[in-house]
């Protein structure tokens, strides 16, 4: 299966100020997925990014404030833009690696002050 | 709307002291149940993909099994290791035939096992 690293592990940022997530995978995978897991719920999904094109938001957030970039088949990154701290969750990655299934990172915990 | 929904929201059980948790699902379509366990502060770690009715997993102490509405993780004999949250997650698929692609996930079942 797919191994994925992602970073920062958390951070505490000021109010107005981005933080950009990456998240390398061990293995070339078509879809990659950010989701944000609020405290005490459980995942929501932000976007689908595909390598080559645009990612595909879901309802409730937007490219401004969550821009995604997908430059190859191994990476991407997820950018929180002007921070509120409504915007202080856990963020995560996943791929779909086809045969196996879904592999998620170990998470980013951000708080914002 | 495609929806998952897990019952109880937390379970406290003695060690090797038996249960189920539930995994309710509506869903266009099912491609695949997926059950998850995520530690505190870890993203979710997978343990089972279920594809159609009657399918049955094992792993160690968990055992999953599937209905055409339904997922149960079946927990025999549990220790205080298998504390956490357990996660179930449903990918639908779409009205070309295709997969969604995203999983859709459930709030969740905390399980705290006591020595």
């Known amino acids: 299966s797919a191994v994925i690293s992602q970073k920062p592990s958390r951070d505490i940022c000021q109010r107005g100020t981005s933080l950009t997530i990456q998240c390398q995978v061990d293995?070339?995978?078509?879809?990659m997925f950010w989701y944000r897991q609020q405290p005490g719920q459980s995942l929501t999904l932000i976007a689908t990014?595909?390598?080559?094109?645009?990612?595909?938001?879901e309802s409730g957030f937007v490219i401004d404030k969550f821009p995604i970039s997908r430059p190859n088949l191994t990476f991407s990154t997820l950018t929180v833009s002007n921070m509120s701290p409504e915007d202080s969750s856990i963020y995560l990655c996943?791929?779909?690696?086809?045969?196996?299934?879904?592999?998620f990172g170990s998470g980013t915990r951000l708080t914002v002050v | 709307e495609d929806q998952v929904t897990q019952s109880p929201e937390a379970l406290r059980l003695q060690e090797g002291e038996s249960s189920s948790l539930n995994c309710s699902y509506t869903?266009?379509?099912?491609?695949?149940l997926f059950w998850y366990r995520q530690d505190p502060g870890k993203g979710p770690e997978f343990l089972f993909t279920?594809?159609?009715a009657g399918e049955e997993k094992e792993k160690e102490r968990l055992k999953a099994t599937l209905t055409k509405k339904e997922s149960f993780l079946h927990i025999t004999a549990p220790k205080p290791e298998d504390s956490a949250t357990y996660l179930c997650?449903?990918?639908?698929?779409?009205?070309?035939?295709?997969?969604?692609?995203?999983?859709?996930f459930g709030k969740g079942t905390k399980l705290s096992v006591k020595p």
């Open positions: 293995s070339q995978v078509t879809m």
């Open positions: 997650a449903v990918q639908a698929g779409s009205s070309d035939g295709g997969s969604q692609g995203n999983l859709i």
């Open positions: 990014a595909n390598q080559g094109s645009e990612a595909t938001y």
């Open positions: 869903v266009s379509g099912l491609r695949g």
């Open positions: 279920l594809y159609s």
């Open positions: 996943s791929a779909n690696d086809g045969s196996y299934g879904y592999t």
